[in-house]
């Protein structure tokens, strides 16, 4: 069974980076159709997609945080990560990581499973 | 880009059947997935594509879509049902950019 786990410092300074990885075990972060992504949400706000990831690296970021984010992936650790720099406390929130079933030729892609998630408090 | 929205709440009945619905452009050419959240937990998929449910999901949890309009049903809702619910799909572009929408806070009366 697929399981995502995200691990990180649970308190960010205003205007440092956010580091957070995600660890999947129980399957290949390097099989096909698969994205992995990242996903916030502050509290007691809605989800917001932050960006993915495949496995050769390709990425795609939300427009509005994309100049701050870069999302990686490590193959040989089975392993993804996010940093989002210049944080404020706005980005405080629940991180979490996703894999994305994604199939090009299908009208549709779904987020599953996902990692419990992890509170970051940016404060300084 | 795109935008999905959602009633922020919904309530229904006890056993009666309630409908969540998501507006947005890209759903005229894509389907939504649907995410229940409970207080305190992750969120979890329940209906994707047409209407596929993952290994788990109840019956009674049901996907539509018609237009610019994808919806959750739920028949014969249930005091566990009670939860958030966000849709989501991709982008107009059909890159996979994920899109959420707002959420919907179902109360089971």
């Known amino acids: 069974q697929l399981q995502l786990q995200e691990s990180g410092p649970g308190l960010v300074k205003p205007s440092e980076t956010l580091s957070l990885t995600c660890t999947v075990s129980g399957g290949s972060i390097s099989s096909s159709s698969y994205y992995w992504g990242w996903i916030r949400q502050p509290p007691g706000k809605g989800l917001e997609w932050i960006g993915s990831i495949y496995y050769s690296g390709s990425t795609y970021y939300n427009p509005s945080l994309k100049s701050r984010v870069t999302i990686s992936v490590d193959t040989s650790k089975n392993q993804f990560s996010l940093k989002l720099s210049s944080v404020t406390a706005a980005d405080t929130a629940v991180y979490y990581c996703?894999?994305?079933?994604?199939?090009?030729?299908?009208?549709?892609?779904?987020?599953?499973?996902w990692g419990q998630g992890t509170l970051v408090t940016v404060s300084s | 880009s795109s935008e999905l929205t959602q009633d922020p709440a919904v309530s229904v009945a006890l056993g009666q059947t309630v409908r969540i619905t998501c507006q947005g452009d890209s759903l005229r050419s894509y389907y939504a997935s649907w995410y229940q959240q409970k207080p305190g937990q992750a969120p979890v998929l329940v209906i994707y594509g047409k209407n596929n449910r993952p290994s788990g999901i109840p019956d009674r949890f049901s996907g539509s879509s018609s237009g610019n309009t994808a919806s959750l049903t739920i028949t014969g809702a249930q005091a566990e049902d009670e939860a958030d619910y966000y849709c989501?799909?991709?982008?107009?572009?059909?890159?996979?950019?994920?899109?959420f929408g707002g959420g919907t806070k179902l109360t089971v009366l």
């Open positions: 996703a894999r994305l079933v994604f199939y090009q030729l299908l009208p549709y892609n779904w987020f599953d499973p």
């Open positions: 989501n799909s991709r982008d107009s572009s059909g890159n996979p950019l994920g899109v």
